[in-house]
């Protein structure tokens, strides 16, 4: 068996000497479409902030294509091939959609591969194109959206790391989100999913584990979650 692309063994972190995630280990194979799954306030985000270098675990380790990263600091995972995009989209509202994406790719000096990405991005989001000159902060929240998951391909990542993405979206707009999502993971890139629509984010999971109070409680295929009796009762209401 090849070792995952991302292992986490015994993971505790928290918040001003509050821990919130209480020994968590996972493992992501590469290639994989992994879902963490779980209600409000369970340290799905957390994790993902840990991973990506935005906080020090206390204890445990993250190792990463091999290397142990566990408190690495973000500008040194990025340039590893970690792309996290946040919660709420964090978009530079008064840049134009080209300006947003060629932040994603500020490491990279060779101004052809810039653009190599940029019409890779543009391939995938066709609106992002019609509004590249438009002002980040004037289109709709599923184009935001887009703008943000191609920001974070703009590093051409081995890891895509996506919290929340249909928060604050229309339905129609999730399942379209959710459909580019499956087609940057069939292009390659692994990718690791926090969703708070819990069975759209297990339909389309390769694997998924369930949080609750900073504790893995389950984990398994997703059609084995979605199957799962607690699962249904606590997260799809049936």
Same mark, same amino acid.
């Given at each position: 068996?090849?070792?995952p692309i991302?292992k *986490?063994?015994?993971l #505790?972190?928290?918040?001003?000497g509050v #821990?919130v995630?209480h020994?968590?280990?996972?493992e992501?194979?590469? +290639?994989?479409?992994?879902a963490?799954i779980g209600a409000? +306030?369970a340290g799905?985000?957390? *994790?993902?902030?840990s991973?990506?270098?935005?906080?020090n675990?206390?204890a445990g380790? *993250?190792?990463?294509a091999?290397e142990?990263?566990?408190?690495?600091?973000?500008?040194?995972?990025?340039?590893?091939?970690i792309?996290y995009v946040?919660?709420?989209?964090?978009l530079?509202?008064r840049?134009?959609?080209k300006e947003n994406?060629?932040l994603g790719?500020?490491?990279?000096?060779d101004r052809?591969?810039?653009?190599?990405r940029?019409?890779?991005?543009f391939?995938?989001?066709?609106i992002?194109?019609?509004?590249?000159t438009q002002q980040?902060d004037?289109?709709?929240g +599923?184009?935001?959206q887009m703008?943000?998951?191609?920001r974070g391909l703009?590093?051409n990542p081995?890891?895509?790391?996506?919290?929340?993405l249909s928060?604050?979206l229309?339905?129609?707009?999730?399942?379209?989100?959710?459909?580019?999502v499956?087609?940057i993971?069939?292009? +390659?890139?692994?990718?690791?999913?926090?969703? #708070?629509?819990?069975?759209e984010a297990?339909? *389309?999971a390769n694997?998924?584990?369930?949080?609750?109070t900073g504790r893995?409680?389950?984990?398994?295929?997703g059609?084995?979650l979605?199957?799962?009796?607690?699962?249904?009762?606590?997260?799809l209401?049936?």
């Open positions: 068996m090849t070792e991302l *986490i063994t015994d #505790q972190c928290g918040y001003d #821990q995630i020994g968590v280990s996972m992501v194979a590469e +290639g994989e479409l992994v963490i409000n +306030g799905k985000s957390t *994790i993902m902030k991973i990506a270098g935005l906080m675990p206390t380790s *993250i190792v990463f091999g142990d990263i566990t408190n690495f600091p973000a500008h040194k995972n990025v340039p590893k091939g792309s946040p919660e709420g989209r964090r530079f509202s840049l134009s959609v994406l060629e790719a500020f490491g990279v000096q052809a591969l810039v653009e190599e940029l019409e890779m991005v391939g995938m989001f066709p992002l194109k019609a509004r590249a980040a004037t289109m709709s +599923g184009e935001q703008c943000a998951i191609g703009m590093n081995k890891l895509l790391m996506l919290d929340e928060l604050g229309m339905p129609s707009l999730v399942e379209k989100v959710l459909e580019a499956v087609a993971n069939r292009k +390659g890139v692994t990718v690791l999913l926090v969703e #708070q629509m819990v069975q297990l339909e *389309i694997r998924g584990y369930v949080v609750q893995i409680v389950q984990e398994g295929s059609l084995e979605l199957d799962s009796e607690d699962v249904r009762k606590a997260y209401g049936l």
